[in-house]
Structure formats: C-alpha cells, structure tokens
C-alpha cells in the first residue's frame, strides 16, 4: 500500500533533512526512474509501507516501530567528495552523534561507505545505518533512521534493500 504523508509531516519530523531533495520520478515494481538515475529498489518487507515524501526518491515508514527508510539520489552539483564527507552532510545538525561502525563495502560496482551512527535531532534519539554510493556523476543515500529501541527490529527492512539495490548505468558515463 503506498500512502501519501501531507507535506511529509510525521515523516520529515522522524528523520529531519537527512537526505537532499529527489528529482522526482516514478517507482515501477522494483525499478525507480527519474529520468537521470534508474536503479533497483526493492520493498524492505513485512510492516513497511510505501509512503510520498519530498525529500527523497523512495521512502517507507514502519508505523510500528516509527521507523523510516529512505532512498534518494542526485546528480547536480557532485563534486569529487569523498564518501566520509558525503555521509557527514547526511547528519549535519545532529547532536550527540557517535558512529557505532563504519566500513567501506562494495556495491553496485563500486565503493560505498556504511556507518551505523547514534544520534539525537532536536534532542529526539534517533539509531541510523547510513549508506551513501557514488557512481557515475550521481551520489545515492539509504538512510534508516528508528528509535534506538526498535533499531534491531526494523534493521532488516534496510538490509533487505541494501542486499538487492543496484544502480544502472547512465548513458554516455
């Protein structure tokens, strides 16, 4: 079921600007296309349901748990970041931040840096595992962000997009 959050109210307040705004596009079964980046983005599973943010390409929202997962690319304006300063932009105005891990792992054909961070948005808990790939002029992020007691629960939901998410190549990169 894909449900519409107004103004992406509820959601934004869980997760804050934590990813840059999409650019728009349309989910057709497990593909997402905007146009620019077209990449696999398969459902988490059971509780999550899909629901229309601005703020990012694909989102979901465990409402059991408060959970939220979102996916979101962009292409304009990437320089030649490295991945820690691309996963730091993600969780800029957090407070209390402390990386649980973080390793570079490959996906999709190339690097891309994980970490799994506590941290607190305007004094709210908050556990996230973070991924941010870049490939071919694009920057892609898969934020999960739950409270810190749900976090192992809805933990799979992120594991179970990260295992299949992969990014086709753009034309002429």
């Given at each position: 079921m894909r449900q519409t959050l107004r103004n992406g109210l509820g959601f934004v307040l869980l997760v804050g600007g934590l990813v840059s705004v999409g650019c728009g596009g349309h989910r057709q079964g497990d593909t997402f296309d905007n146009g620019k980046v077209r990449y696999r983005a398969p459902d988490p599973g059971p509780g999550w349901s899909e629901v229309v943010v601005d703020n990012a390409d694909v989102a979901w929202f465990d409402d059991a748990h408060a959970a939220a997962?979102?996916?979101?690319?962009?292409?304009?304006?990437?320089?030649?970041?490295?991945?820690?300063?691309?996963?730091?932009?993600?969780?800029?105005?957090?407070?209390?931040?402390?990386?649980?891990?973080?390793?570079?792992?490959?996906?999709?054909?190339?690097?891309?840096?994980?970490?799994?961070?506590?941290?607190?948005?305007?004094?709210?808990?908050?556990?996230?595992?973070?991924?941010?790939?870049?490939?071919?002029?694009?920057?892609?992020?898969?934020?999960?962000?739950?409270p810190p007691q749900h976090f192992d629960t809805v933990r799979a939901g992120y594991r179970n997009v990260k295992a299949r998410f992969d990014v086709e190549a753009r034309p002429g990169r």
């Open positions: 997962l979102l996916l979101n690319s962009h292409c304009e304006g990437v320089d030649d970041a490295p991945l820690q300063a691309l996963t730091n932009h993600l969780v800029m105005g957090m407070t209390d931040r402390a990386v649980v891990r973080q390793e570079t792992i490959m996906l999709s054909g190339r690097e891309a840096m994980e970490t799994e961070m506590t941290a607190k948005l305007d004094g709210v808990p908050r556990h996230m595992a973070m991924l941010v790939l870049k490939k071919d002029g694009c920057v892609y992020d898969l934020v999960l962000a739950a």
